[in-house]
């Protein structure tokens, strides 16, 4: 479909495929370009259209997901998110870490970004990085495009939404099936201890796709749970907005390291937010220990067996600490230099 004929309603669709192939009616493409402000009313950051089942690039695509685009059931028309939190000021802060050539740490606030909408050049990202990381043999969902909304601006920068084929129309995330499992379990010592073993099996194999992300030469994103869709014993890899290639940004060295272990951390850290829960502290050093068990692999065990559960978690504290050198668990540091020069061995 070329977008031509959407530039007057507002938006410029940047599709790979036509509608006809996914059996998209366009008239509901249209319905996205119909409001050139933001809406008042939204629900979530994603509209979600269920498709007859077909398979585009490998992938069994049974939805088509907006990204970026809310959606309201009011009058069934799709519309951008809203709210003075979006678009009208008052930009979320967030903190973005990296680290110079001699490994100091340099916290600093990341770029002003609205919350739940997508500016277009993380938009054009997303669509970009699902087409990489497919291409490097990675699980992702099936990149369709991205589009421009002509007249929303954050900041005074563009906003747009990205297309994105489903296999999985609930859209399900790994944190949200945690969260249930863990309010279905009873307080009873076999359901709890069910519940952990569990929880530690999904750690390890969402930290494994995470170790397979680095390897094919990939970081960032903030990989946390919500980042990962777990269905059987395959995962998927979601939200590639902030993903980059560091060897294309020309970043080496110490730099890469810190990229490293900053996903690491944040990665740990969503697991640690439920380790830390009343319920399950006395199995924290399992639930943490399942991140470097997935990551690191078996051959890991004794420099895991040298650290304290908290060891995973210490990242934070350290970002209160501007320009300070690596100040890490030792074993840590050592796994992760390692698994550095092994993955840049193989590529």
């Not at 008239?27 to 269920?50: N, Q, T």
């Not at 970026?68 to 519309?79: L, N």
């Not at 099936?142 to 954050?154: D, H, Q, T």
């Not at 998927?236 to 690491?264: F, M, S």
Request: proline content about 7%; overall charge neutral.
């Amino acid at each position: 479909m070329s977008a031509a004929p959407l530039a007057s309603h507002g938006i410029t669709l940047e599709l790979r495929l036509l509608p006809g192939d996914l059996d998209l009616d366009e008239r509901r493409l249209l319905a996205v370009a119909r409001l050139e402000e933001a809406a008042d009313r939204y629900s979530g950051r994603s509209a979600i259209v269920d498709l007859p089942p077909a398979m585009v690039d490998g992938t069994f695509v049974r939805a088509v997901k907006l990204k970026g685009v809310g959606w309201t059931d009011t009058d069934g028309a799709f519309r951008p998110p809203s709210g003075d939190s979006y678009f009208a000021g008052g930009p979320t802060r967030w903190l973005h870490v990296d680290y110079d050539d001699e490994g100091r740490m340099l916290p600093e606030p990341a770029e002003d970004r609205p919350w739940g909408a997508l500016l277009l050049d993380r938009a054009r990202n997303e669509d970009a990085m699902l087409a990489r990381v497919r291409a490097a043999g990675l699980p992702a969902p099936a990149p369709l495009g991205c589009g421009r909304f002509e007249r929303l601006r954050f900041a005074g920068r563009p906003t747009g939404f990205v297309v994105i084929g489903l296999a999985d129309p609930d859209d399900r995330r790994a944190g949200r099936d945690v969260l249930a499992r863990e309010t279905a379990t009873p307080p009873e010592p076999a359901a709890e201890a069910g519940f952990v073993a569990w929880f530690t099996g999904l750690t390890r194999s969402v930290a494994a796709l995470q170790r397979r992300v680095h390897a094919a030469g990939f970081t960032g994103g903030g990989p946390h749970l919500g980042n990962f869709s777990a269905t059987g014993a395959k995962v998927t890899l979601h939200d590639l907005d902030a993903l980059e290639q560091p060897a294309a940004l020309g970043i080496t060295g110490a730099r890469l390291l810190g990229r490293r272990l900053r996903d690491y951390y944040v990665l740990a850290a969503s697991v640690g937010r439920r380790a830390y829960e009343p319920r399950w502290r006395a199995h924290r050093a399992a639930l943490l220990r399942a991140v470097g068990e997935g990551y690191f692999g078996a051959g890991a065990a004794p420099d895991l067996d040298r650290m304290q559960p908290f060891d995973h978690l210490r990242f934070w504290s350290q970002l209160q600490r501007e320009g300070s050198l690596f100040d890490l668990p030792e074993p840590l540091l050592d796994l992760m230099l390692r698994a550095l020069a092994a993955d840049q061995d193989v590529r």
